[in-house]
Every structure is written in structure tokens, then in C-alpha cells.
């Protein structure tokens, strides 16, 4: 029902870009709430501390918290006692110092490509614990070692955070190293590397065939649109949608009261065929996004094979990958709605006297609803996904205050533009394909929302004016319209002649079967509307159909004119009176006047 959107509305703009730096801000979709809120804002103290806690780094009571990683991923969490001034830690070590201590341990016996590095077995190594001083130690051993090498050792704050005993503790870490450190050795050797490039060129093989396959499908559909949108503007010709006139002949529009089965059936093929153009848009919006997903996901696998990558595939695709899946969610569920409205109105213009009046008022509320629709969508994805990270309260009425302060600080214009919107559809001021002037500017309407108003010009000029704007408006063709014609014949002209000539044409003109159905009414407004030097003013009002005086005014004057001719009757021209003496045959008293027109 809706034409093409060529908008995209600041709002929904402002909605994707504020997804899109959710999505980059959040390393990892895996990592806990508190790590996604420690990224956002790591300055934020959660627990009313004295000092911010650095990023990833938890405080719960007198212990602190952050997790130890290798190859990007989380192996476990280690704890400490709580620092709460780190400019002047003294004795203490904060949990973060520590942890990056025992990645570093753990990074030393990877392959580094240098010559001294140890090359170890995965097959052969061994992660042990020893008990040194009444605590559980990690140690690292393997025939290329010539001793063993410490990890960590096993604290009791680590072990009050995991509420287990210290050795319980260190057999659980040990089989989590012993898994882990293998598995990352094991990736870095030769043959596991060019096992890695092979997968990967197969994954872009197979991404760019599909990319092809998908690409084929969607430039076919393409050209179908293509094909439809055409057959879509034909059937609006012959309801008067987009009404088109020959040069020189008018285009017969439908009234109400005359049923054109033609027609008729016209307004109904223009409504499924609007339905199947958005069924078609969606499924070319279905393959680009299928794309886009084969390459993200293609991507992220390829970097997640490579242990040194893994880290950067989780960080910098996925987040991407994650913004994608929002944003694709949101626009399905979207596109489905228009889906259904077009669905809807198609069901309802059929219990309807369908004109194309009644055609251009179903047009403008739809396309206002599914404008509508779109804000709240979007509006409603972003808040979900401000609650998903714990950003935003879960309270309605805290939710509520929250959107009430920034549309009071931020939106003031747009409220006054969706409130005025609202006031000119309900009140029905003016719809698509109505001429209207507001203030100084005139043309005709081509898209309403609750937002803007833009009307094309006689120039052809597209002009947006914010519906806060619009305080008074005048309707050129609404339900009907007038042609007011003036025509000034010479002042020596038989006046009664000159009416009688200027009824007969219009009298015949109305009787016309080709302008029958044009002209309402030719009797309102007919007369001498003014005498001057130039000759005398005619008028005549002729009411007609919508949208149609001016296709009227113009065969009214070429007949007219024709009418004019053949009983001799001229247009009024200035005159200007000549005075002029003659002394050799008049004395000074006569004058001779000479007259040119």
C-alpha cells in the first residue's frame, strides 16, 4: 500500500549507531554483565569503593576477582585481598598484577618463533602440584625442560572465592591447564598450521560460492521488482493514483458515484501488487543479510582457528556479528509487520467504496503506521539490548523517567512534529496526491508522516517542511475544486453578446460526454466583474472533480477562444487618447480626438 520508503528517519539512524557502539564497546557476547559494564564505563566503582576498579576486576567484600586468559579465552578465576589505594599498594599485589603474571608464565612456554623458546610436546607435558609452605603450587614439566616451571600457586582468598579447599581447588586448574596449555602447543605446531590454512581457504571458497548463488537469486528478484513496481505504476495510471494526460486530451477520473468495474478491479491489483512488492523486498533484504552472515560467520571462524587470532576474532568480529543478529532480529520482525498491515488493508479496503480518493487517505494512514511502527521497533530492540547489558533499570517506572528526560532535553522539535503529525492525519487536513499551499509554498503532497511533509512544486523541486511548521494549510482539491477563469474583452464590445458566447461555451463544454464526468457544476459564479480603460472583466466560476481545473481551465480557453473568433468578439486592450489642434481649419475651442487601441 505504501510507496518505496526514501527516507530514513534521524531516529532510526541514531538507534543503529548507538547498536552499532554497544556491539564494539562488548569485547566478547560470552563475557558476564559485569565484564560488559566494566568495558562501558571503567572508571565505575559498583560497590561504593574508594578507588574505580580497573577493567574485568570484581570486589566481593574483602576479596577481589579477575579472570586468568589464554588464547582469549577465560581459563578460571583467581583472587586477592581488596586494594583499595593502588597508587600505594605496599605489600599487597592486586589481583590484576597477579593475574597478568600468570599469563605471562603461561605464554612463555608457547612457541614464539624464537630460537631459545622451549619446544615443547603436548603429547609429553605434564601439568603437577607440588605442596610448598602448606599451599598448592603449579608446576610445568616435560623432557625439553630442564626443570620444572612455575604457574601459580593456590591462595586462600582463591580458595574462600571458590568456596572449596585449596587442594580441590588446584586439581581443578590443573586439569583446566593440562587441557588448555596442550591444546594451545598443539595449535602452533607446522602441521596444525598449514592444517588451519587449509580450512580457511576452503571456508572462502565455500563463502564465495554461496556469495555467488545468493548474489544470482537477488539480482533475479531484483529485476522481478523491477517488473512488478512497473506494473504497479500502470494500474495506478488507471485509478487516478498518478494521474497522466495526453497532451491535449484529460484523463477521465472515476467518481463516486459512477462504479467502473475497470477500475474497480484496478484499485484492488494495485493493493496485491503492493503486497508483493514487499514480499519481494523482503526476500532481497533476507539474501543480502544471508550474505553479509556467510561472510561475518565465514570470517570469524577463519580468525578463531588461529590461536594467536582467537583472541582478536572474539573481540573485534563477533562483536560485529552481534550487532548484525540485532540488527537483522529487528529488521525481519519489522519488514514481517509491513507485512501484515499491507495484509490488513488490503482486507479492508475491500468492504470499501474504493476511489482514488479513498485509495490516497488508505495510502497516507498506512504509510504513517508502518512509519510508526519502525520508530517503535527500533526504539524497543535498543532498549532491550540496554537491559540485556544492565545498563538501563528494569523498573517501568524508572524506564519510563529515564525516556521522559531524554525526549524533554533531546527530542522537544521532534515531540511538537509527532504531535502536530498526529493532529493533521486524525483531522484528515491533507493526504498523498492532494495540491495544497502552506504558507508560501504550494504542490503537491507526496509522503505524510508523523514527522515531516514533503510536497513537489510545480518546478519539480521536492521540499520537507517538519510538521511543527504547519500552522495553516490550504486545500486545493479536497472533495472538489474550482477553475476560476477571467477573460477581459474590448471595452466597445456588446457586453450581453460577450456573456451569452461565454455560457454557450461553457454550457457545451459540460454537456460534453468527454468532460461530463469532470464538470460538477457551471452555474455558481458567472458575470461582469469589472470595467476599466483596458475593456470588460468576465468571470465564471466551474466547479469540478479534484485535481482536475486545471485540465479545465485549459480546454475551457481554447474553446473560448475558438467561440471568440467566429462572432468577432476581441480582447480588451489599453487605450490611449490622442488631443491634437488644427489652427489652419479649427479654431482654438475645437479639438479632434483620435483613439488607438
Do not use: C
Amino acid at each position: 500500500m505504501l510507496i518505496p520508503r526514501r527516507w530514513k528517519p534521524a531516529l532510526r539512524r541514531v538507534v543503529l549507531a548507538s547498536l552499532t557502539v554497544i556491539a564494539i564497546v562488548l569485547a566478547s557476547p560470552a563475557l558476564p554483565q559485569t565484564s560488559a559494564r566494566a568495558q562501558l564505563f571503567p572508571f565505575a566503582a559498583p560497590d561504593g569503593g574508594s578507588e574505580p576498579l580497573p577493567i574485568d576486576v570484581e570486589r566481593r567484600g574483602t576479596i577481589e576477582s579477575t579472570g586468568v586468559q589464554l588464547d582469549g579465552q577465560e581459563l578460571f578465576r583467581i583472587a586477592s585481598p581488596v586494594v583499595f589505594n593502588r597508587a600505594e599498594v605496599g605489600s599487597q599485589i592486586p589481583v590484576e598484577v597477579r593475574a597478568r603474571q600468570i599469563e605471562s608464565n603461561l605464554q612463555r612456554l608457547l612457541p614464539q618463533g624464537r630460537v631459545d623458546a622451549p619446544q615443547l610436546n603436548p603429547e609429553t607435558l605434564q601439568v603437577v602440584i607440588e605442596q610448598i609452605d602448606n599451599y598448592p603450587v603449579l608446576f610445568v614439566r616435560d623432557p625439553s625442560l630442564s626443570e620444572a616451571r612455575v604457574l601459580l600457586t593456590v591462595t586462600d582468598p582463591d580458595a574462600e572465592y571458590s568456596a572449596i579447599s585449596k587442594d580441590a581447588l588446584a586439581e581443578q586448574w590443573q586439569d583446566i591447564l593440562q587441557q588448555e596449555l596442550s591444546q594451545a602447543i598443539a595449535l602452533r605446531q607446522p602441521e596444525a598450521q598449514r592444517q588451519q590454512m587449509m580450512t580457511v581457504a576452503q571456508v572462502l571458497a565455500t563463502a564465495l560460492m554461496l556469495t555467488l548463488l545468493l548474489g544470482l537469486i537477488r539480482l533475479g528478484l531484483g529485476r522481478y521488482e523491477q517488473r512488478l513496481h512497473q506494473r504497479k505504476m500502470a494500474e495506478s495510471a488507471i485509478i487516478g493514483v498518478h494521474d497522466r494526460a495526453p497532451s491535449g486530451q484529460p484523463a477521465r477520473p472515476s467518481s463516486p458515484a459512477e462504479a467502473d468495474p475497470r477500475q474497480h478491479q484496478g484499485l484492488h491489483q494495485h493493493l496485491r501488487l503492493e503486497h508483493q512488492l514487499h514480499a519481494v523486498r523482503l526476500m532481497r533484504w533476507l539474501l543480502f543479510w544471508g550474505i553479509a552472515s556467510i561472510w561475518a560467520t565465514g570470517i570469524a571462524y577463519s580468525f578463531n582457528l588461529f590461536p594467536q587470532t582467537r583472541q582478536f576474532a572474539r573481540t573485534m568480529i563477533l562483536a560485529p556479528v552481534v550487532m548484525l543478529i540485532t540488527w537483522f532480529v529487528v529488521g525481519l520482525i519489522d519488514r514481517l509487520i509491513n507485512l501484515a498491515v499491507d495484509r490488513f488493508i488490503q482486507k479492508f479496503a475491500k468492504g470499501q467504496p474504493l476511489t482514488s480518493t479513498n485509495l490516497q487517505r488508505i495510502h497516507t494512514i498506512a504509510q504513517v503506521i508502518k512509519g510508526v511502527k519502525m520508530v517503535l521497533v527500533y526504539i524497543i530492540g535498543l532498549i532491550w539490548v540496554l537491559q540485556w547489558l544492565n545498563l538501563i533499570p528494569g523498573s517501568v517506572l524508572a524506564l519510563g523517567t529515564a525516556v521522559a528526560l531524554v525526549i524533554s532535553f533531546a527530542a522537544q522539535n521532534l515531540v511538537k512534529d509527532l504531535v502536530n503529525g498526529f493532529l493533521i492525519l486524525i483531522e484528515d487536513q491533507f493526504r498523498i496526491g492532494d495540491v495544497v499551499i502552506i504558507g508560501d509554498i504550494d504542490g503537491f503532497v507526496e509522503n505524510v508522516n508523523l514527522r515531516i511533509t514533503q510536497l513537489r512544486n510545480p518546478e519539480g523541486h521536492l521540499i520537507t517542511l517538519p510538521n511543527s511548521s504547519i500552522t495553516h494549510v490550504r486545500n486545493l482539491t479536497r472533495h472538489w475544486s474550482r477553475a476560476t477563469l477571467n477573460f477581459e474583452v474590448a471595452y466597445n464590445t456588446d457586453v450581453n453578446r460577450a456573456l451569452a458566447v461565454v455560457r454557450e461555451t461553457a454550457d457545451q463544454m459540460a454537456q460534453d460526454p468527454q468532460w461530463q464526468s469532470i464538470i460538477l457544476d457551471t452555474n455558481e459564479f458567472f458575470g461582469v466583474q469589472e470595467i476599466s480603460h483596458t475593456g470588460i472583466l468576465i468571470q465564471i466560476w466551474i466547479k469540478t472533480l479534484p485535481l482536475k481545473q486545471w485540465l479545465v481551465s485549459m480546454e475551457f480557453r481554447r474553446r473560448l477562444k475558438i467561440a471568440f473568433d467566429h462572432h468577432h468578439i476581441q480582447i480588451g486592450a489599453p487605450r490611449q487618447i490622442w488631443l491634437q489642434e488644427e489652427p489652419h481649419t479649427l479654431d482654438s475651442a475645437q479639438q479632434r480626438f483620435y483613439s488607438l487601441e
